[in-house]
């Protein structure tokens, strides 16, 4: 059994990805300790192409896996879980960079300390503005939570992590037996994923050192301005998350964090819309409306909703707030995209 699979969804990636690659068959651990599985969703340039030759030259560690229609990375993530056999499993973007000791480092503590899930530092260089910004919060010293401590879970679930799933390695068999899995269809899959995942691991470490670099190129999907389906996705992820958490028995014990949760999300999305296009369609934003009193029935006797009502947060927030249970008209968006020019 290898110790770690890497499962890495590829798209159109044939100019960043020998890097990628590179980074992984020099990994310290060794290359014969790792399962490679590459997912080429569909691509259109010569990615799958480059992966065969890279498929050639290491045989006994990387798996190329051809779609022919593109589904986005989550689907693409559990086709290379279905294929996956290592104790642990870590994933990968088709243009980033990692330390090159990263896998072995995550795989010691893991192995050490009897972990399902190991985390490390990971930080966002945007090429376009060439600055490293560094992804969710970190204490100065490594820690392990113990999650068979009710407070330790509590102070676990509310730590600032960042929400991707590349700069972490997770038991397969935990995943596996908790069917574990990716929403397939969005850019934002990896909200889901790592959000259901909290309340299985038992054991968790954090290392502070800064391993995993996410590169963001301006033709990111997730920051692509081309499509309002993909950026409405993320609202949409967060729909599916937390219907899966009620299905799950999960979300009644986490009732008012995962309430705060969902509104903020909602705002998010609003802001991020109206900041990516400069406006927020009238039907969308009753529509946003429409699956938020849904999903939480009782949002009005939220607290922080009735502190952002009251406009505690500011003026944008208090719009957001007391629209939710509006029609929704083009003068309503108007006043709202003032708001947010406003820097409110």
């Not at 969902?262 to 990516?276: A, D, M, S, V, W």
């Not at 029935?297 to 909703?305: A, C, V």
Request: glycine share 4%; charged share 25%.
């Amino acid at each position: 059994m290898k110790k770690i699979s890497v499962i890495i969804p590829c798209y159109n990636a044939v100019n960043y990805l020998d890097s990628s690659v590179s980074c992984l068959v020099n990994q310290s651990i060794g290359i014969e300790n790792l399962e490679l599985i590459f997912v080429n969703d569909a691509s259109t340039d010569k990615t799958y192409e480059n992966l065969c030759l890279w498929e050639k030259k290491y045989p006994q560690s990387i798996m190329v896996i051809n779609c022919t229609e593109n589904k986005k990375q989550g689907a693409a993530r559990n086709i290379g879980l279905s294929y996956s056999t290592g104790e642990y499993i870590g994933f990968m973007d088709d243009d980033d960079i990692i330390e090159l000791d990263m896998f072995a480092k995550l795989y010691d503590k893991a192995i050490n300390y009897g972990c399902d899930m190991v985390v490390c530092g990971s930080k966002r260089y945007e090429k376009r503005v060439k600055k490293n910004i560094s992804m969710g919060r970190f204490e100065n010293e490594d820690t392990l939570f113990d999650l068979s401590n009710p407070d330790c879970k509590k102070k676990f679930l509310d730590y600032d992590i960042n929400r991707a799933i590349w700069n972490k390695i997770y038991s397969r068999k935990l995943i596996q037996e908790n069917n574990i899995f990716f929403p397939e269809g969005y850019i934002y899959d990896d909200i889901f994923f790592s959000e259901l995942v909290k309340h299985y691991v038992s054991k968790v470490y954090y290392l502070k050192e800064y391993l995993y670099h996410h590169l963001v190129h301006p033709n990111a999907a997730s920051l692509s301005t081309k499509n309002w389906i993909d950026r409405l996705g993320y609202f949409d992820v967060n729909v599916i998350l937390m219907e899966e958490l009620k299905n799950r028995g999960i979300f009644h014990d986490y009732k008012e964090r995962y309430e705060n949760n969902f509104i903020l999300e909602y705002i998010t999305t609003i802001k991020g819309f109206i900041k990516t296009y400069s406006i927020i369609p009238t039907d969308i934003l009753n529509e946003m409306n429409r699956i938020l009193k849904l999903i939480l029935p009782e949002y009005q006797s939220n607290t922080l909703f009735k502190n952002m009502l009251s406009g505690r947060a500011g003026e944008f927030y208090k719009m957001v707030c007391a629209g939710i249970n509006c029609e929704i008209d083009e003068k309503y968006v108007i006043k709202l995209v003032q708001a947010i020019n406003n820097n409110d």
